[in-house]
């Protein structure tokens, strides 16, 4: 997939450089009403942001050349979401996820599990 002037692919209404800037938005432990903040600070489970950061991650880690910065900043919030997953269903980890019932978890390792799992290769 490539994309010409930092555009995205046809369909898709964000720029690269607006995906980037959300992953790094996620990353900043002091931007508020990111995914990772909600999940990390809240402990809330939010697709309704899940899914446009899973959509900017694709955007970024989709480009014909990936630069090494990109690849670990798009990483970093995914394995940052993968350990909250995995101290949640830890019994000795005090960190639980408030609204992570089964409806929720089941869209996670039917859907969003999967996009990370592929996105991890790239």
């Known amino acids: 997939m490539s994309f010409e002037a930092g555009k995205p692919p046809s369909g898709s209404c964000r720029t690269v450089e ?8 996620n990353k900043n432990d002091e ?23 899973i959509a900017d991650i694709e955007c970024v880690l989709g480009q014909d ?8 900043l798009a990483h970093w919030v995914m394995l940052g979401t993968l ?16 609204n992570l019932d089964a409806e929720v978890y089941g ?15 790239r």
């Open 31 to 53: 931007v508020e009403g990111t995914f990772c903040h909600t999940l990390f600070e809240d402990r809330v489970f939010d697709e309704a942001l899940l899914v446009p950061l």
């Open 65 to 72: 050349e990936v630069s090494v910065e990109d690849r670990r």
């Open 83 to 98: 350990r909250c997953l995995f101290s949640h269903f830890d019994a000795n980890d005090l960190y639980k996820i408030e």
């Open 107 to 121: 869209r996670w390792s039917g859907d969003y599990f999967e996009r990370f799992r592929a996105l991890m290769s």
């Open 18 to 25: 607006a995906a980037r800037e959300n992953l790094r938005n």
